[in-house]
């Protein structure tokens, strides 16, 4: 070959690619063997869906997964360079279905089509590892694997929403839904609530975040990434009082989750998903609720999606009760961008903080009103219109918060405003920490065990300090009520039963004046916390409400005789009877409590006795001879 001919002659890619690749296979140059003794070094790209022909991101994707294979062979590596077919499921059927094939020959026919493609690249790969994940000696090993799994307790059956393709007849993942329609099929994709089984990642949230910050040769927006994906967030759980007025079904409260709960007099509505429980019962008699709700069920259900789109409001009527202000109702809408499950599906607007509910107020007129005010501006003038402001600042227009940090108010929020179980009120606040898929609560009640009977006005010294010992009207003789007005704490129980379980940190207190104690006299424990801790009844309707609670018990006595009509019963036996419901691991506590309250007091009357026994719940009660 002359000089001046070199300069005319082109790289002929066809036949020196074919060339090359049939020496590399004759030779086995990219076969791996497992004796190898030099360093082993793994690479694996996803592997490729059988469509039957490949496209530029295929070739994107491969072509740096070999370039890192080749690298690492030239260093003396012993490289496995693997491919394989995800090739089992629903689309593979249909396409058959379409074509009136059998799904296995269409499939196969597309592996070798695109193996044949993937060839022509002169991709570094050891195709003797071939795999395809329809093969039953691929799948064999998933189905063991899962049972392994099953066995430890790391899987569950449950209910869950799916985007679903009324054509395909399959689930899509969210990324598989565009402009709310599947990718394949371009069929409007459909909310269903389907069985499924999960892998119980999410109970091991707090290890990966943990892991996560021990792998410092990652990228940081990766790291990021992948806490986000993880999704918990640290808030509170808030009950918001129904206006029963306006609540269907005689629904009474609605449970939110919320990261601010320093925002709460910033609010100006509440939104609950399309699936909540109450927006059903308001559909249920609301034709126009209903078609609404529908018309979300065809979003796609991924944050994205949820993001991007317009965000929709129906106004249900429904009126919540501000916890801090019984006289301030918030409207609550259902809306197209509140999941259903994430924290409790439910959550109150703040507009001028959050830039979807500022969207959502400019668009349906709510107005906003800023609580957070950035530092060195002039709350008299800071306003928000379009822009939600999200930074740091000091408390306004936030009554008791006014000039507090944010920090600080979260706090001053979550010690006024304690959500408890009906069994006992943590003697901590009570953090939920809303996952995609649970919520872990913390915290344990305390208890005084008293060594002696309880007298109203007379104190009782313990070693949690002096308490003022009030009666309690509407409940048994000998249940009390101990107040610490300096420390707002309160504790209530039976002192017959021995141990009176401790409402911590409440929100509990007295107004300035002394006015709502002096009107009391004495105090019912179950009320004043529910009216003091800005559950939503205002302070002039705890007496009538007492009143009306000294009737239910009257009526609850009467049950409890009538239960024991028939002979020797013990508490947990006559619950159901006096209640209208069975125990459970809810209810157990208070409802037995409250029974051997009734029973003590009956006993006490003379109108019921007890045989000789161990006592408590095993105890057996008739009525006296």
């Given at each position: 070959?002359?000089?001046?001919?070199?300069?005319?002659?082109?790289?002929?890619?066809?036949?020196?690619?074919?060339?090359?690749?049939?020496?590399?296979?004759?030779?086995?140059?990219?076969?791996?063997?497992?004796?190898?003794?030099?360093?082993?070094?793994?690479?694996?790209?996803?592997?490729?869906?059988?469509?039957?022909?490949?496209?530029?991101?295929?070739?994107?994707?491969y072509t740096m997964g070999d370039v890192v294979a080749r690298f690492k062979r030239a260093m003396g590596n012993a490289v496995l360079h693997p491919m394989g077919w995800d090739a089992f499921g629903m689309p593979a059927e249909n396409a058959a279905i379409d074509r009136k094939v059998h799904p296995k020959a269409w499939t196969y026919d597309n592996i070798a089509s695109m193996k044949a493609q993937l060839k022509s690249m002169g991709l570094s790969l050891d195709w003797a590892r071939e795999i395809a994940t329809c093969d039953p000696a691929y799948y064999r090993h998933q189905q063991k694997m899962f049972l392994d799994f099953l066995k430890a307790g790391l899987v569950e059956r449950k209910q869950s929403k799916v985007n679903w393709d009324p054509v395909d007849h399959t689930v899509l993942a969210n990324e598989q839904v565009i402009d709310g329609r599947g990718w394949r099929s371009g069929a409007v994709v459909e909310q269903r609530e389907l069985t499924q089984w999960f892998f119980k990642i999410s109970d091991y949230s707090e290890d990966l975040l943990e892991a996560l910050d021990t792998l410092d040769r990652w990228p940081e927006k990766v790291r990021l990434m992948q806490k986000n994906w993880i999704g918990r967030s640290e808030g509170l759980l808030?009950?918001?009082?129904?206006?029963?007025?306006?609540?269907?079904?005689?629904?009474?409260?609605?449970?939110?989750?919320?990261?601010?709960?320093?925002?709460?007099?910033?609010?100006?509505?509440?939104?609950?998903?399309?699936?909540?429980?109450?927006?059903?019962?308001?559909?249920?008699?609301?034709?126009?609720?209903?078609?609404?709700?529908?018309?979300?069920?065809?979003?796609?259900t991924s944050q994205a999606a949820i993001d991007t789109a317009e965000k929709m409001g129906f106004d249900t009527g429904i009126k919540a009760i501000h916890p801090f202000d019984a006289n301030w109702k918030l409207p609550v809408y259902v809306a197209n961008f509140i999941l259903m499950d994430y924290g409790t599906g439910a959550i109150f607007g703040c507009p001028a903080h959050d830039q979807r509910d500022l969207d959502f107020v400019n668009k349906y007129g709510l107005g906003n009103t800023p609580v957070v005010c950035p530092e060195g501006q002039d709350p008299k003038t800071f306003v928000i219109t379009t822009t939600a402001y999200d930074g740091d600042g000091r408390m306004i227009n936030s009554r008791f918060l006014d000039g507090m940090t944010i920090e600080q108010a979260k706090e001053e929020v979550a010690r006024r405003l304690e959500v408890g179980r009906q069994s006992g009120v943590p003697d901590e606040a009570l953090r939920r920490y809303a996952e995609r898929v649970k919520e872990v609560p913390s915290g344990i009640a305390r208890v005084i065990e008293p060594d002696r009977p309880l007298v109203p006005g007379v104190e009782l010294e313990t070693d949690l300090g002096t308490w003022s010992v009030h009666a309690t009207p509407g409940h048994a003789p000998s249940h009390v009520c101990l107040l610490q007005p300096e420390r707002r704490l309160m504790i209530s129980g039976d002192h017959l039963l021995g141990r009176i379980s401790l409402y911590y940190d409440y929100g509990w207190t007295p107004d300035p004046a002394g006015e709502f104690l002096r009107s009391l006299d004495v105090v019912d424990a179950l009320e004043a916390r529910l009216c003091l801790a800005g559950h939503g009844r205002p302070f002039t309707d705890v007496r009538a409400h007492i009143d009306g609670n000294r009737a239910l018990v009257n009526e609850r006595l009467e049950a409890v005789l009538t239960a024991l009509a028939g002979g020797g019963r013990t508490a947990v036996e006559i619950v159901p009877d006096v209640y209208g419901e069975p125990l459970s691991t809810f209810n157990a506590g208070w409802l037995l409590a409250q029974t051997l309250c009734y029973l003590r007091h009956l006993e006490l009357a003379g109108r019921v006795e007890r045989d000789a026994g161990d006592g408590g719940e095993a105890e057996r009660w008739r009525t006296a001879a």
């Open positions: 070959m002359t000089a001046d001919s070199s300069k005319n002659e082109r790289y002929n890619a066809r036949a020196a690619e074919a060339r090359w690749q049939s020496v590399w296979d004759e030779r086995g140059i990219f076969a791996t063997k497992n004796d190898d003794p030099r360093p082993k070094y793994y690479v694996l790209e996803m592997f490729p869906y059988p469509s039957g022909r490949i496209h530029m991101g295929h070739v994107r994707n808030l009950r918001f009082i129904l206006d029963p007025a306006t609540a269907p079904n005689k629904e009474s409260e609605l449970e939110i989750f919320t990261t601010r709960p320093d925002t709460l007099f910033g609010a100006k509505f509440m939104a609950i998903s399309p699936d909540h429980p109450l927006a059903a019962a308001a559909a249920a008699k609301n034709p126009s609720l209903a078609s609404f709700i529908e018309q979300c069920r065809h979003m796609g």
